[in-house]
Every structure is written in C-alpha cells, then in structure tokens.
C-alpha cells in the first residue's frame, strides 16, 4: 500500500484553500461539508498557514503553490496540491459519502478514472439507505453497550441486526418495525429475523437485474428459484448461499404451488434470509401473489423486489415501442394459459382496444388466439412476432401475420420461453429494425 488512510476531523478547523477559480470551488466543498473553516488566498503568504490543519492548492499561480507545498510540509501540515503529484503530502481518494459512512478509494494516484470506475459500481452496491442503518445503529448504541458488556457477544447481535431482516426493514423505509426488531433482539426475545424477499429476475440477462436484486442475491442464505433464472443470473449469488430449484415445467408441476409456500415460510421461521428468485417480475404471471399471501397468512415478513418483465425485455430489445402515439395507445399482458383445451379470454373489448397485446405462455394456444382475435375483428394483417429468450444474447424473432406465426411457429421453436407480441405498433418496430443495425442479436449461437 502507497498511502495510508486516514479520515481527518476538520470540524471547526481550518483548512487553506489557495486558488479562487473553479477548481478551488471544487476543493472547496468536501472540506466545507467535512464542517471546515475555508481560509481562501488567491497568492501565498507563509502566515496563511498559522493555525490550518490541512492545505490544498488549486488554481493558483505555480510558484505560489510550489511555496504553498515547502512552507507546509516544513511545518509538518498535510498538503495537496491538484494535479500536482510532486507537491503533495497526501492525495484525495473517491469518495462515496453514505453520512455517516464514507468509503474512500485511491488508485495511489496511478489512475483516477478508474478509482472513479470502482466507485460508481461500490455506489451501485451500496444503498443510500446505508446511512440510514447506520443512524438506526447510533440512536441504540447506548443500550447496546449497556445490555451487551461483552465485546463477542456484542458483536455477534450487531451483526446479526445489520444484516438481517432489521437491515432490510430499513432499506424497505420501515423504520419503526426495525426499531422494534432492535429492542426485541435487546430485550433477548428475538423473533427469529428470517425474510422473504420474491425478487424478479429479469429476463435472463445478469445485467438487466435491478441492482436491490442484486444486493440480495449477495445477502442471502439461500435461493429458491425455477426454470427461468439463467445461470448467469444465479452467478450473482453470494457463493456459500444454498439453493434449491422449483422449476414448473407446463403441465406437469414438478413442486405444488403449496409446497413452494409452505417451504418458504419453513425456511424464513428458522431465521433465514430467503430469496425467491422468479424469472421477469415476480407478480406478472409468476405466482409472487398466491406466495405473498400465503407469507402474510403465516405471519412472515416479506418484500417484493420488481423485475423486467419479458414483454419489456423482448420489445426493447427487438426494438418495438409497446406504445406509439399512432399506433398503440395502450399494452395488455396477457396469459395464453389454457383449462381445459379453452383459453379464457374476452376478446371482443381486446380487439376494440386496440393497443399492443403481449401474450405470456401463449405458443401453445396460438391458434385459438388467432381465431379469436380474428373472430372479433382484428384485421387479418395486423402484424405480430414470435420472441424467443427474448432479453438475452440467445434472443430469436419470428415475425409475420398471425397466420404465418401459427404455421410457422411450432417448427421455428427450440423451446425457449417465447413470447407473442400482437399490434400494429410492431409494424413501427419492424420499420426501425430495417434501418439500424443490432448489435444483441446472435441467433446463431446453439441452444
Ligand atoms: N414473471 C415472468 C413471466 C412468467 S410466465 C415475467 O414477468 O416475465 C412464463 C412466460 O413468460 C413464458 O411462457 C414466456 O411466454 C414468457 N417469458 C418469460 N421469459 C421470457 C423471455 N426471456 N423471452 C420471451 N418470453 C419470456
């Protein structure tokens, strides 16, 4: 390690800032957030630094700050002159500010863009909400000292309080419950901290998760997640968390949606921190609403974590906008699902509708949709498209008529989740398709 890190008390001290351009202005900020007294000097003038703590140098003349450094090193006062590595007693890390955690990152001077780089990804991980725990942590510091003299325990109910289901309450905004999860743990009648958290998984693409789903897959314990999560996905997974698989494949069940609950609850009652990862978002033909009720039911606390859901993922990467000022004033998720042979649909307000229908699970009941939509009068060439691993580097299209997708469809299929997209704005989607290049698409990669 180059330098060596510390953080500097400058409340109430004061701190010379030589240079009054833009620069300085910059320099200026942190040292007055960090609660400085900012003594500004366009020249130098060795009694400028009597009484200062730390000095900086900005935008002044070189042989001002070329003295600056001299005068302030020989008085032993830290100082850092920007741009200026040679004049330097200390440099400036990035600095992630999450008050009152701050995270700073130093490349040693060797390459600020990427120390900025690391930032802006450690940004992503952290949520600002971290500053709320950490004030959460504060306001029962005193209590925790009192009830927990011993320094392991101490530590061991701390950690479990900012990792756990308290953390996430906080996270979540609801503060209250997780001071009550505090006091419980303090009071040493501690529920058992365990949380379910039905998250969306996105597509199938580890870039288009949201980044609390990611957070969460590195906290938790253990992932409950079915057929559609990709390994690349599950790749995000803290390492040494378990997971169990309760993919459904269509029409034979391999878990009960009942079993999938009451394992669930299980799980978080032994004080588990639960992910139940679904592919796109858990409440658009997921079951995340027959699962959230049943943890509500059991008393189990739970948030739900939203994902891009396919419809989304597929038409942004085809490139078909959902809406269009003149073509679609409005989007139906649709369920091709069908009891019994017969797809339960009311087609006749669909078709008045007019908008853009995306169907999920609908290449099975292809036909009837056809015939039901054509029945109710949807013109026959309204254009549509078969997409298939829509969202990942895998994604495939099949466009046409509805007649020509019926035809074709089931000998175009590997069998990948597809998704049918119904509507003229996909006529508007096809048209900029023609025009631009695509850069996802690789439909030449085996399945
Ligand atoms: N909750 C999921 C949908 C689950 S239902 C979501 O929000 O996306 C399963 C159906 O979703 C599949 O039959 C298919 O129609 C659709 N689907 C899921 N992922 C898909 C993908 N990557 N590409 C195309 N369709 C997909």
Not at 126 to 133: E, K, M, S, T
Not at 310 to 330: D, F
Not at 372 to 388: Q, S, V
Request: glycine share 10%; hydrophobic share 45%.
């Amino acid at each position: 390690m180059r330098h060596f890190p510390i953080f500097l008390d400058l409340t109430g001290r004061t701190a010379l800032l030589l240079g009054t351009g833009q620069i300085a202005e910059r320099k200026a900020e942190p040292l007055r957030a960090a609660g400085a007294i900012i003594r500004q000097r366009e020249h130098f003038h060795p009694d400028d630094l009597n009484g200062c703590v730390v000095a900086v140098g900005a935008d002044a003349p070189d042989a001002d700050l070329r003295a600056l450094s001299e005068a302030a090193q020989a008085k032993g006062i830290p100082v850092n002159v920007v741009d200026k590595p040679e004049l330097c007693s200390f440099i400036t890390p990035a600095v992630i500010d999450r008050n009152p955690i701050s995270i700073a990152i130093s490349s040693s001077g060797t390459a600020p863009v990427l120390a900025r780089l690391i930032r802006a990804q450690i940004e992503a991980l952290i949520p600002p909400a971290y500053g709320r725990l950490a004030a959460m942590a504060d306001r029962f510091k005193a209590d925790i000292r009192a009830r927990l003299p011993d320094l392991a325990q101490r530590r061991r109910v701390l950690e479990k309080l900012l990792t756990g289901a308290a953390a996430d309450l906080v996270f979540a905004g609801r503060e209250d419950e997780a001071a009550a999860i505090f006091e419980s743990t303090l009071a040493d009648n501690a529920p058992s901290g365990g949380m379910v958290f039905l998250v969306g998984g996105g597509p199938g693409s580890a870039d288009l998760l949201t980044l609390r789903a990611q957070r969460l897959l590195g906290e938790a314990d253990i992932i409950v997640h079915d057929r559609l999560i990709g390994e690349d996905v599950l790749d995000m997974a803290r390492r040494d968390a378990d997971r169990i698989y309760v993919g459904k494949e269509r029409a034979h069940h391999c878990v009960l949606q009942e079993d999938i609950n009451d394992l669930l609850i299980n799980l978080a009652r032994e004080g588990r921190k639960v992910v139940r990862l679904k592919g796109g978002d858990p409440f658009i033909f997921g079951r995340g609403g027959e699962e959230a009720e049943a943890l509500q039911a059991a008393g189990v606390a739970f948030e739900v974590v939203p994902g891009v859901t396919a419809a989304l993922a597929c038409a942004a990467q085809a490139r078909i906008p959902l809406t269009h000022r003149e073509a679609a004033r409005s989007v139906t998720f649709l369920t091709g699902h069908t009891k019994e042979g017969k797809l339960d649909v009311d087609f006749a307000p669909l078709v008045k509708l007019g908008g853009t229908i995306a169907v999920y699970m609908g290449i099975v009941s292809l036909p009837l949709l056809r015939d039901g939509l054509f029945a109710h009068g949807l013109p026959r060439e309204t254009p549509a498209m078969l997409i298939e691993r829509g969202g990942t580097r895998r994604q495939r299209e099949l466009r046409g008529g509805l007649d020509r997708l019926v035809a074709e469809g089931p000998g175009w299929s590997r069998k990948g989740p597809t998704l049918v997209l119904i509507g003229a704005a996909i006529g508007r989607g096809v048209a900029l398709r023609d025009t631009l290049p695509v850069f996802h698409q690789d439909a030449t990669q085996p399945v």
